[in-house]
C-alpha cells in the first residue's frame, strides 16, 4: 500500500538533518519573540491539530526562554525552611506560549499548537490561531464551533490540548 505525503513529512521530523536544524534554529533565535509565519513548518502536524490553508487560520512562532521555572531565591530574614525555592509554574512551556500568542493576538482565538524545534537557550512553537468572525470560519461546519462566545480565552482557561495535559486533564 503506498503511503501519503503527510507520512514522509512525519518521518523526516522523527529523524531530523541537523545541519538543517541548527540553521534554522538560528535564524529563529534573530527572530521576534512572538513571530507570524505564512505557512507551517510542519504541515502534517498541523494538518493533524484542525489547521486548513484557508483565510481566517494563522500560525504564529513562539520563543521561549528556557529555565527560570522557581521563585526566585530570597535574601536573609527568614528561618533556613522557609528560604527554599519551590516550583511556581505548573504549566507547560506549550501552555505558556498559547497563552502569549492569544495575548498578541487578541481577536483570534488558539485552536492548537506544536513544538518545532529547541536549542540550549529557547523552546519554540507555533501556535495555530482561528478568526471566529471570518466568514469563511463561520461558514465552515468543521470549524465554526470556535466563534460560540464559550470558547472565548480558550488559551487562558486551559481549554487546549496541551493546557489539558498541564492541568491533568489528558488530551
Do not use: C
Not at 541537523?18 to 505564512?38: C, D, N, P, S, Y
Not at 487560520?57 to 528560604?83: D, E, N, P, Q, Y
Not at 504549566?91 to 487578541?106: F, G, I, K, T
Amino acid at each position: 500500500m503506498s503511503k501519503g505525503m503527510y507520512h514522509y513529512i512525519q518521518q523526516a521530523w522523527k529523524k531530523p538533518d541537523m545541519t538543517e536544524l541548527r540553521r534554522r534554529m538560528t535564524e529563529f533565535r534573530k527572530g521576534k519573540a512572538i513571530e507570524r509565519v505564512e505557512k507551517p513548518l510542519r504541515l502534517d502536524r498541523a494538518r493533524a491539530l484542525g489547521y486548513k490553508a484557508k483565510p481566517g487560520f494563522v500560525v504564529v512562532r513562539v520563543k521561549l526562554m528556557r529555565g527560570g521555572r522557581k521563585k526566585a531565591h530570597i535574601g536573609g530574614g527568614r528561618r533556613s525552611k522557609r528560604k527554599s525555592t519551590k516550583k511556581i509554574m505548573k504549566s507547560s512551556y506549550q501552555w505558556v506560549a498559547e497563552q502569549r500568542a492569544a495575548r498578541r493576538y487578541r481577536n483570534l482565538e488558539v485552536l492548537n499548537s506544536y513544538w518545532v524545534g529547541e536549542d540550549g537557550i529557547y523552546y519554540f512553537y507555533e501556535v495555530i490561531l482561528v478568526d471566529p468572525t471570518h466568514p469563511q470560519i463561520l461558514s465552515d461546519p468543521t470549524i465554526n464551533w470556535i466563534a460560540n462566545p464559550a470558547n472565548k480565552g480558550r488559551a487562558f482557561r486551559g481549554l487546549t490540548s496541551s493546557a489539558k495535559k498541564s492541568r491533568d486533564q489528558g488530551a
